[in-house]
Nanobody
């Protein structure tokens, strides 16, 4: 699976950008809807951290880091080809490189929060929040 993240840039505090992640190349016999997807971020000098995740199939399960809960929203298109991260009320501490990730999920279940659970990663898109 190949992932391409986009939508980053310089944003004012309290802004509401949306990140996109385009997925392609599902394994033979699988569709992209059978992959759970997630967003992680890495701020300068810090370790990569979980941001949000969404399950496979009907995308009924979502999960968020406490630091973004109520401000960020993860979603996918019906085909499963795209994942989005709608970010609202941005703060300077949200400045980071944002990565999308995916993993094949045989069962419909809540998505993982741990980065080692994800097999496929995009290249990252930088979001810089100015105060």
């Amino acid at each position: 699976v190949q992932l391409q993240a986009s939508g980053g840039g310089l944003v004012q505090a309290e802004g509401s950008p949306r990140l996109s992640c385009a997925a392609s190349g599902a394994a033979s016999g699988r569709t992209l809807r059978s992959y759970a997807m997630a967003w992680f971020r890495q701020a300068p000098g810090k370790e990569r951290e979980f941001v949000a995740a969404i399950s496979r199939s009907d995308f009924r399960f979502t999960d968020y880091a406490d630091s973004v809960k109520g401000r960020f929203s993860i979603s996918r298109d019906m085909a499963g080809n795209m994942a989005y991260l709608q970010m609202n009320s941005l703060k300077p501490e949200d400045t980071a490189v944002y990565y999308c990730a995916a993993v094949f999920s045989a069962l419909l279940r809540p998505p993982a929060r741990v980065d080692v659970e994800y097999a496929y990663w995009g290249q990252g898109t930088l979001v810089t929040v100015s105060s």
